[in-house]
């Protein structure tokens, strides 16, 4: 069957920040893709790729909505490259984003080049977007830079999540070398109301990692971002009290984890997740995000058939 193509949606640029290079080599990789809706379903109308980034399947679901897979033929990131992706959720969809296997960034040699990340998602007024990529793992020596921009128009909502490993426990390699930047950018019209920036640069010494106001010595951290109608699900926008103790009553069950946290700001929920395991993390995230769409949706939604798998 062929997919209808439709004009391309301007998506704000967000140029990521880059030191000058000599001898620059890697991937230059890019991935844009589209959904609208069709006859009450969501459609992926639009998957344009540059490079080892492309569209593994597209599932269409009993919820109306459209499970993507999205594919890194390489298997992970190396010095030099640079991956993009641009996602447009246009009114009346409900796009879920999500990958095969965790993402891997590669530890780099001498030369040092970063390895990039940029997302820019945006959802237009009546649409909706889950990013739900498995666990990132950063090896030993990495020198990984990743940007997430939630663009959100009108009442465009949104629920995503980042997952990320620090070093690979179970081969016993330690993430004490290397250097990871990540920021997350959220916004409504143009109106910026969330942003966070992690800066690590890892050491013997280094206290983000091991004190308690930092990462407290565990090797996995996690945010998922949540912006729906908390008004529509019987909660007041900027005082879910209520709903914050939902979260933490839930996820305080959870005894393997040193800690959970949830906040409110803005209209936005952030669930974090620190400790050792990102299956743990992707769990609890899974069970939050369950809960919230079931009540924004007021129908049950559907998991990714990937995870089962």
Request: charged fraction near 20%; include cysteine.
């Amino acid at each position: 069957m062929t997919i209808p193509t439709i004009e391309a949606t301007k998506i704000i640029d967000v140029p990521i920040t880059t030191d000058s290079l000599e001898d620059k080599s890697g991937w230059m990789a890019s991935l844009e893709l589209e959904f609208e809706s069709r006859q009450g379903l969501t459609r992926m109308t639009r998957s344009q790729h540059c490079g080892p980034l492309r569209v593994q399947r597209a599932f269409q679901e009993t919820d109306g909505s459209c499970h993507v897979y999205m594919l890194h033929p390489p298997g992970g990131v190396v010095a030099g490259d640079e991956l993009a992706i641009n996602v447009v959720a246009h009114k009346d969809t409900h796009a879920v984003l999500t990958t095969p296997a965790a993402g891997k960034f590669y530890r780099v040699l001498a030369n040092k080049q970063p390895q990039i990340q940029k997302n820019i998602l945006l959802v237009k007024s009546g649409g909706l977007m889950e990013w739900l990529p498995q666990e990132t793992i950063f090896f030993r020596d990495v020198n990984a830079r990743m940007e997430t921009h939630i663009q959100l128009e009108g009442s465009g909502q949104f629920v995503g999540w980042e997952i990320n490993c620090l070093g690979r426990q179970a081969s016993g390699e330690t993430f004490d070398a290397g250097t990871v930047r990540q920021e997350l950018n959220v916004s409504r019209d143009g109106k910026l109301l969330h942003r966070e920036m992690v800066r690590l640069q890892a050491g013997a010494n280094n206290p983000l990692q091991q004190s308690r106001w930092g990462l407290a010595d565990q090797n996995v951290f996690g945010t998922l971002v949540a912006v729906l109608p908390f008004e529509l699900m019987g909660y007041e926008e900027y005082s879910a009290v209520t709903l914050q103790e939902q979260l933490m009553d839930m996820l305080s069950r959870d005894t393997a984890a040193p800690y959970w946290g949830v906040t409110l700001k803005s209209g936005v929920v952030l669930v974090r997740y620190l400790g050792p395991s990102g299956q743990r993390c992707r769990e609890g995230f899974s069970a939050i995000r369950k809960m919230l769409m079931d009540n924004a949706r007021h129908a049950e939604i559907v998991e990714p058939r990937i995870w089962s798998t």
